[in-house]
């Protein structure tokens, strides 16, 4: 079963920032700085952490997972935005 996931970020170098946002980018949705929404199987999450975990400094970073629930729940209806509202990105497939 597949569930949302809130990943947000506060890394003190920009080297390791950049690690974080290129490993992030593959696995979910960028919606703001240092935050990303992303729809993960439970194997999926422990293979982002798996690669995040090398990257994050034990004692200078944090890297916040927040479960928001099951994927089948639409992700706009349990996050309340102020001002600009939340939309999710359009995916289009190429074959």
Do not use: N, W
């Amino acid at each position: 079963m597949r569930r949302h996931y809130l990943i947000t970020y506060d890394i003190s170098d920009d080297k390791r920032r950049t690690q974080i946002f290129e490993t992030l980018k593959d696995h979910g949705d960028h919606v703001q700085f240092s935050v990303f929404f992303c729809d993960l199987s439970a194997v999926e999450l422990a293979q982002v952490r798996a690669l995040l975990h090398p990257l994050v400094h034990q004692i200078q970073d944090q890297v916040m997972i927040v479960d928001l629930g099951p994927d089948h729940a639409p992700l706009d209806a349990g996050v309340e935005c102020l001002g600009k509202p939340y939309e999710p990105p359009i995916r289009t497939m190429i074959i």
